[in-house]
């Protein structure tokens, strides 16, 4: 299993902007593996993006819209991206310049190689 | 360490448990010290619960202490259970004059990631209060009873009239 967690968090740091991926616990907010440029804590982030993405999805499944599948957020210089991955989720964080559609891609792909 | 100036210290140590519990969505948030001794607490409202989660989170992590001796592990950085609805995290937290205890229960309103992250903060507002800066004055075994009882009095009594 855990090759696997490897592999997706290998996968998506090879493409070109991606400052760090990780593969987060869902419930507890805690890394299973990170891959990270320096200065990333990723404890911090692990936490933060969990935290955000499980009540972005109550108020998803509030709204009636169902179970939230990927939760992107827009800063001054990057994107944090966050992909539901059932039991874990991928978190990418990636350079504004980053090709955003091949990040979000590889991060669905990952997502559903560990659901 | 018993410490005989609790008044000083729960005060001071109110505003930072308030803001740790605010912010990690915590439920329950007390602080001991190694003797058992409360020093701050949040969320409960009987004193005997209070005094019992003391008791048995200083015996909790003694256990947890001399475990680690014997395996070589030096020390423990937390403890943490996963209940089914409920969640315990106790760790020590190091100032410069006492290591103190911290237990924390927690439901699915945080996760373990959220209250390790502002652990970490708690930590070092705890250890930078000036309160903690010298040595404590100690208390004697025989005002031992009534230290504990005042100490008690002092976190239930607020809570209380929150509540």
Redesign the interface.
Known sequence: MTDIFTEAVERLSRVTGVRGALV?ET????PIIAELADGIDG??V???A??LF?RTNKAAQTAAFGNLRTLQLEADVGHVIVADGGDVLIVVIAEKTAQLGLVRLEAHRAAEALQ | MIIADLPRLVEALKPPIADFVRESRSRIALLINGSGQVLAQHGFTRSYEVMNVASLAAAAHASAAALAELTDASRWTHLHHAGKERQLFLAPVKTPVAELILVIIFDEETSLGIVQLYFEQLTGTIAALPEFQEALAETTEQHFERDLEAGLRNVITDEGNRA
């Open positions: 987060v419930d507890a907010g805690v404890d911090v692990a936490a933060l969990a935290s499980r």
